[in-house]
Nanobody
Framework: QVQLVESGGGLVQAGNSLRLSCAASGRTFSSYTMGWFRQAPGKERELVAAISRSGGSTYYADSVKGRFTISRDNAKDTVYLQMNSLKPDDTAVYYC??????????????WGQGTQVTVSA
């Protein structure tokens, strides 16, 4: 089992930045691919970014490429999502997730409770 706790969400104006953090506990953090998902009201949950166990590989959804950066610190059992140039369309609940497979795009094993990000125009 892996427990995941997100933090760093909030209300920001368009064009500004936020940094989300996800602290993991339980099994060995470095054994898991980590992902950030988001779900806006009335929309399906989508994978925003993912990072491999070592951090050597990353994935980004087209909608966030060049604006968001995923990173991880295996010594601190934490994964981050730096979000720059935020847009109102980025408004959603953001979830951290962990999976034992290499860079999956769905059906992650473990999930956090989510943190709300609201971007005002």
């Amino acid at each position: 089992q892996v427990q995941l706790v997100e933090s760093g969400g909030g209300l920001v104006q368009a064009g500004n930045s936020l940094r989300l953090s996800c602290a993991a506990s339980g099994r060995t953090f470095s054994s898991y691919t980590m992902g950030w998902f988001r779900q806006a009201p009335g929309k399906e949950r989508e994978l925003v970014a993912a990072i491999s166990r070592s951090g050597g590989s990353t994935y980004y959804a087209d909608s966030v490429k060049g604006r968001f950066t995923i990173s991880r610190d295996n010594a601190k059992d934490t994964v981050y999502l730096q979000m720059n140039s935020l847009k109102p369309d980025d408004t959603a609940v953001y979830y951290c997730a962990a999976d034992r497979r290499y860079m999956p795009t769905s059906d992650y094993d473990f999930w956090g409770q989510g943190t709300q990000v609201t971007v005002s125009a």
